[in-house]
């Protein structure tokens, strides 16, 4: 029709007008971001029994319970989303199931098939060294070859000079980088993420969310990023003092449930009594 004729003519016009020579190439740099599991898991992969965390008040005057009665199992090709009103209970039972803390209550087993990669919510333990990146990195690797350990960090844009940075003097982003890294060589088929987009820029956040996407493994994480949560999870499981709720659902389903607000009000209702 007329009116798309001329809408046609014009952009036309305009592309003859264009000199490619003029247009400034993008300075926008993408991490190569690739979690390849060894292996796929097997039947089972995480059972989880009456687990019970607690941690000190913020006055300082005792302890309350963070979570409890907390079961369920992970099945294959779950990726689930951890929730809760306090942001220590995902971080206390991540730290549970890494092996790095006791339970109030309850076990936890993994499946013989499961190899994990843990990105913690405090990294700093890792970086109070005055190694430089590769050497680091190698600590983490069976292949110390230094061409294969740049390899990776080139994936993670260090490059050069960079490569030969003391790690304690990092920003927070580059040490993120360097744990993603670090998970990487893993090539584990679990991968247990605590706020995984903390310090990130924002073409950094996009390659981890899209390849977490396409992982062909199992995902646990808490995150504050909401584009995470709903394009990756497949299943919700929120975490209180008096239970949790656990539910197949994607983000943003999972909010709007007039049923998960009943479930949310019972589970913590307890700590408020």
Not at 5 to 23: A, C, G, H, P, Y
Not at 32 to 43: A, K, L
Not at 106 to 123: I, K
């Amino acid at each position: 029709n007329v009116a798309k004729s001329k809408q046609t003519t014009s952009r036309k016009k305009m592309l003859d007008k264009l000199n490619v020579e003029e247009i400034k190439p993008s300075t926008r740099r993408y991490p190569g971001i690739i979690f390849t599991p060894d292996r796929e898991v097997g039947n089972k992969i995480l059972t989880v029994e009456d687990l019970a965390a607690k941690a000190p008040t913020i006055d300082g005057s005792g302890e309350e319970l963070l979570f409890s009665r907390v079961s369920f199992n992970v099945e294959k090709e779950d990726k689930i989303v951890f929730l809760s009103h306090d942001p220590r209970a995902m971080t206390a039972f991540f730290e549970i199931i890494n092996g790095n803390r006791e339970p109030l209550e309850g076990h936890y087993e993994w499946g013989q098939t499961v190899t994990s990669a843990y990105l913690p919510l405090e990294n700093g333990k890792y970086f109070d060294s005055t190694m430089n990146l590769v050497d680091w990195l190698a600590q983490f690797s069976e292949d110390t070859n230094a061409v294969y350990l740049k390899g990776y960090l080139g994936r993670m844009l260090f490059r050069g000079e960079e490569l030969e940075k003391q790690v304690k003097v990092l920003s927070g982003g580059e040490k993120m980088r360097c744990m993603i890294a670090r998970m990487m060589l893993t090539n584990a088929n679990v991968l247990i993420l605590d706020s995984p987009t903390n310090h990130l820029d924002l073409e950094s956040i996009q390659a981890f969310n899209n390849t977490l996407i396409n992982f062909p493994g199992n995902i646990l994480m808490a995150s504050h990023d909401h584009q995470f949560m709903q394009t990756v999870a497949n299943r919700i499981i929120e975490l209180g003092p008096n239970g949790i709720i656990d539910k197949r659902s994607d983000f943003d389903t999972y909010l709007k449930d007039p049923v998960v607000a009943e479930q949310r009000a019972k589970i913590y209702n307890e700590s408020k009594a």
